[in-house]
């Protein structure tokens, strides 16, 4: 069974439940949290995500607040993390083929529950086609610097 780190802010955090209950017998979840609506800082909450993917700790992350976008900005800066904000089925399975990512974020405003058990799985099931590799490596090296 995959592990998967998966976090969020207080915006994130039902559509995080309902991916923890709905892929329960599919992943091994270490929650990051948070764990109440109360208002937080997002990136305490990626972050610690982040490292655990960086670690190899877990198989992947999935981070979420309202837009994605200051989760998946925070997670990037984890070094070795390759974050993508993603809305669709298609990016899903691109962002794992083409650029390694090893973290998802999403947005709760944008993705519904059902939409996001779509988008997960289709990234579980992507592979990442080798031929890419070179152009990971560049980022590597920049970040690296």
């Known amino acids: 069974m995959k592990k998967i780190a998966i976090a969020n802010d207080h915006g994130g955090l039902e559509l995080k439940q309902a991916i923890m209950k709905h892929f329960k017998k599919t992943y091994e979840f270490v929650d990051c949290g948070t764990y109440s609506l109360d208002s937080c800082d997002y990136p305490d909450f990626a972050i610690k995500a982040g490292e655990l993917v960086r670690d190899r700790k877990v198989d992947f992350g999935i981070v979420i607040c309202k837009s994605g976008i200051g989760m998946s900005i925070a997670a990037n800066k984890v070094q070795g993390v390759r974050c993508a904000l993603l809305t669709n089925v298609t990016n899903a399975r691109l962002c794992h083929q083409h650029n390694n990512a090893n973290v998802i974020a999403l947005g709760s405003n944008d993705v519904t529950p059902r939409k996001a058990y779509q988008i997960i799985?289709?990234?579980?099931?992507?592979?990442?086609e080798e031929r890419h590799q070179r152009r990971i490596d560049k980022i590597s090296k920049y970040e690296s610097q």
């Open 121 to 128: 799985k289709a990234y579980d099931e992507a592979t990442f």
